[in-house]
Nanobody, 121 residues
Framework: QVQLVESGGGLVQAGGSLRLSCAAT????????MGWYRQAPGKQRDWVAS???????DTADSVKGRFTISRDNAKNTVYLQVNDLKPEDTAVYYC???????????????WGQGTQVTVSS
């Protein structure tokens, strides 16, 4: 069984910062790309950022320059540093990982349960 568990969300004032973490646990053989999405109330889930196993990153234009994705492969963990937060960044943030379980097979996309980020003005 594989699980992705996010942490680090919370309530912050506009202009503040948070560091979101997402740890993958279970019978993991390897992890390819990892990433973050977010979903605001009443809106679709949007891609925020992604990172390859080798550390190549890509970030949505809407958050570029404010959000930074990174990962620690030894810990099977991906991070999202979010700076200069704005009220429109309020959303549930979800992490993803393309993971192959022990025993072989294909890499499959797993999702975390989400962590709430609320930015007050």
């Amino acid at each position: 069984q594989v699980q992705l568990v996010e942490s680090g969300g919370g309530l912050v004032q506009a202009g503040g910062s948070l560091r979101l973490s997402c740890a993958a646990t279970g019978d993991i053989d390897s992890i390819n790309d990892m990433g973050w999405y977010r979903q605001a109330p009443g809106k679709q889930r949007d891609w925020v950022a992604s990172i390859t196993h080798g550390g190549i990153t890509d970030t949505a234009d809407s958050v570029k320059g404010r959000f930074t994705i990174s990962r620690d492969n030894a810990k099977n963990t991906v991070y999202l540093q979010v700076n200069d937060l704005k009220p429109e960044d309020t959303a549930v943030y979800y992490c993803t990982g393309r993971i192959r379980r022990l025993g072989g097979g294909l890499h499959v996309t797993y999702w975390g349960q989400g962590t709430q980020v609320t930015v007050s003005s």
